[in-house]
């Protein structure tokens, strides 16, 4: 028989979590057609992967990318990776099924302008999508601000009922349309004051299409127990499954309540289903948010409209150059974006290591200054914390990035190495696969990525260069 690609003598970590083996991998299509120790029969491409593995796409399940990967298709951030599928509309902001009539509420102007918002439903996305042929594919969360933003004249109270009538139907009409779920935000002010039972409302909607919920909590730092017990209410309310976002305790006063808040998981997942993502690093980025202002640590900022000069200066050093304190800087820089330097390395390590943690880049592709979470999520799990920090086998961390995520978001036939499966496939070094995106450098794309396919087309190589676009729309699956 003659394949299209075959990979010979590679060792395979296919991201059940299993023991990794040695085998030949031939792929016809879009699928992978045979595994075997030794497979005959010729290839258009025959590529040596000895001394590398072979292992499934990696499948973030925690992007803003909404509008980017329509706009610019190669992708670089995320294929160069090992990044095969990203989820979009996560913490309560999609660019699928958002209508924005005037200005762009904080925090959906993380993923563009207000004309770049032209998708007022999923279907609509969908076919931007496919008709711009990412190099990745892609799949989409709604968010709950978004359809606040589209009922409501003023976010900053809860919804009435007939508001969340109108948002319900919505919701309805986008999960029907390949929606994944629905994702909240409810930290943002645009959300914050939406009721426990609004949202309950709106999770009533997912049980029969069998979406998911996935949560920015209400609060990450001293009152995360309630948001979490929130979430958790929210989920058996709508019998749905629970993704809590990036989890964290962030804070100074919050750190090392990692050891509560996993506890607390534990008793949960017993008798429901529970689980959460999160990015390898002790700092967060989002839009600047005076509430989290502070000298308790560190504060850079990524962008600022008023005053672009500043990106990727402290804050502290800005607060004193203008001879102010910090949140009168605040004020002056707003709208803008910022890192915090929120976390505790050990919190991280612990939410990393959790049987039922995913991985998650939440990067932000807009800021100019980004975190190099953007570029670099992926390769530091498997480089830093898995090979140099023996935090845990290659094996578990590939199974957190590709099995375990595909299951969870019920994305059929991909993240395995399976006979009959996609053929989203990614080479690596294991011995100098890491992360080159550095804070004062994040544009960069990681070492020891050597070969990515995208359903079956090759798609990033060793030239870091895009040298495909494959990627597709995936629906949810009933």
């Given at each position: 028989?003659?394949?299209?690609?075959?990979?010979?003598?590679?060792?395979?970590?296919?991201?059940?979590?299993?023991?990794?083996?040695?085998?030949?991998?031939?792929?016809?299509?879009?699928?992978?057609?045979?595994?075997?120790?030794?497979?005959?029969?010729?290839?258009?491409?025959?590529?040596?992967?000895?001394?590398?593995?072979?292992?499934?796409?990696?499948?973030?399940?925690?992007?803003?990318?909404?509008?980017?990967v329509i706009r610019f298709p190669e992708y670089l951030p995320k294929i160069s990776q090992g990044i095969t599928t990203a989820i979009v509309g996560n913490c309560g902001i999609s660019a699928a099924g958002a209508t924005i009539n005037s200005e762009?509420?904080?925090?959906?102007?993380?993923?563009?302008?207000?004309?770049?918002?032209?998708?007022?439903?999923?279907?609509?996305?969908?076919?931007?999508?496919?008709?711009?042929?990412?190099?990745?594919?892609?799949?989409?969360?709604?968010?709950?601000?978004?359809?606040?933003?589209?009922?409501?004249?003023?976010?900053?109270?809860?919804?009435?009922?007939?508001?969340?009538?109108?948002?319900?139907?919505?919701?309805?009409?986008?999960?029907?349309?390949?929606?994944?779920?629905?994702?909240?935000?409810?930290?943002?002010?645009?959300?914050?004051?939406?009721?426990?039972?609004?949202?309950?409302?709106?999770?009533?909607?997912?049980?029969?299409?069998?979406?998911?919920?996935?949560?920015?909590?209400?609060?990450?730092?001293?009152?995360?127990?309630?948001?979490?017990?929130?979430?958790?209410?929210?989920?058996?309310?709508?019998?749905?499954?629970?993704?809590?976002?990036?989890?964290?305790?962030?804070?100074?006063?919050?750190?090392?309540?990692?050891?509560?808040?996993?506890?607390?998981?534990?008793?949960?997942?017993?008798?429901?289903?529970?689980?959460?993502?999160?990015?390898?690093?002790?700092?967060?980025?989002?839009?600047?948010?005076?509430?989290?202002?502070?000298?308790?640590?560190?504060?850079?900022?990524?962008?600022?409209?008023?005053?672009?000069?500043?990106?990727?200066?402290?804050?502290?050093?800005?607060?004193?150059?203008?001879?102010?304190?910090?949140?009168?800087?605040?004020?002056?820089?707003?709208?803008?974006?910022?890192?915090?330097?929120?976390?505790?390395?050990?919190?991280?390590?612990?939410?990393?290591?959790?049987?039922?943690?995913?991985?998650?880049?939440?990067?932000?592709?807009?800021?100019?200054?980004?975190?190099?979470?953007?570029?670099?999520?992926?390769?530091?799990?498997?480089?830093?914390?898995?090979?140099?920090?023996?935090?845990?086998?290659?094996?578990?961390?590939?199974?957190?990035?590709?099995?375990?995520?595909?299951?969870?978001?019920?994305?059929?036939?991909?993240?395995?190495?399976?006979?009959?499966?996609?053929?989203?496939?990614?080479?690596?070094?294991?011995?100098?696969?890491?992360?080159?995106?550095?804070?004062?450098?994040?544009?960069?794309?990681?070492?020891?990525?050597?070969?990515?396919?995208?359903?079956?087309?090759?798609?990033?190589?060793?030239?870091?260069?895009?040298?495909?676009?494959?990627?597709?729309?995936?629906?949810?699956?009933?």
């Amino acid at each position: 028989m003659k394949f299209d690609y075959l990979f010979r003598n590679v060792t395979v970590i296919d991201g059940s979590g299993g023991a990794e083996y040695l085998a030949d991998v031939a792929v016809l299509g879009d699928r992978i057609a045979d595994i075997a120790p030794g497979i005959s029969g010729e290839a258009a491409h025959e590529i040596d992967g000895c001394g590398r593995v072979l292992a499934p796409g990696f499948i973030d399940v925690h992007t803003h990318d909404d509008i980017n990967v329509i706009r610019f298709p190669e992708y670089l951030p995320k294929i160069s990776q090992g990044i095969t599928t990203a989820i979009v509309g996560n913490c309560g902001i999609s660019a699928a099924g958002a209508t924005i009539n005037s200005e762009v509420p904080d925090p959906m102007n993380l993923l563009g302008e207000a004309h770049q918002f032209i998708y007022p439903t999923v279907e609509a996305y969908a076919q931007a999508v496919e008709q711009a042929r990412p190099a990745i594919n892609v799949g989409t969360l709604v968010g709950h601000t978004a359809l606040r933003n589209n009922q409501m004249d003023d976010l900053f109270r809860p919804a009435t009922e007939a508001e969340i009538l109108a948002m319900r139907g919505q919701l309805k009409q986008a999960l029907q349309q390949g929606a994944l779920g629905l994702s909240t935000g409810l930290a943002y002010a645009s959300a914050f004051q939406s009721t426990t039972e609004e949202v309950m409302a709106l999770a009533e909607e997912l049980a029969a299409e069998k979406g998911i919920y996935t949560t920015h909590l209400r609060s990450e730092f001293e009152p995360i127990l309630e948001a979490l017990d929130e979430a958790f209410r929210i989920g058996r309310h709508g019998k749905v499954p629970v993704v809590v976002s990036h989890h964290k305790c962030a804070g100074a006063k919050n750190w090392g309540r990692t050891v509560e808040t996993l506890r607390l998981f534990d008793k949960v997942r017993e008798q429901q289903d529970v689980s959460c993502d999160c990015y390898p690093y002790s700092a967060s980025s989002s839009t600047l948010d005076m509430k989290q202002i502070t000298d308790e640590f560190e504060i850079v900022i990524t962008w600022s409209e008023p005053h672009p000069e500043v990106a990727g200066r402290s804050l502290k050093q800005i607060a004193d150059d203008w001879s102010m304190t910090l949140h009168e800087a605040g004020k002056l820089l707003m709208p803008a974006g910022a890192i915090y330097y929120n976390m505790d390395e050990q919190d991280v390590r612990r939410v990393l290591r959790y049987p039922a943690t995913m991985v998650g880049s939440d990067g932000l592709p807009n800021d100019p200054m980004p975190h190099p979470r953007l570029w670099g999520a992926f390769p530091r799990v498997l480089g830093h914390y898995s090979r140099d920090e023996k935090l845990f086998p290659l094996t578990q961390a590939v199974h957190k990035m590709t099995g375990m995520s595909a299951a969870r978001f019920q994305l059929p036939e991909r993240g395995l190495v399976k006979r009959g499966y996609y053929a989203d496939l990614v080479l690596f070094d294991p011995l100098t696969v890491r992360d080159v995106a550095s804070f004062s450098n994040p544009k960069q794309p990681a070492a020891g990525i050597e070969a990515v396919m995208v359903n079956g087309v090759m798609s990033y190589g060793l030239e870091q260069k895009v040298i495909g676009r494959a990627g597709r729309f995936l629906r949810r699956q009933k």
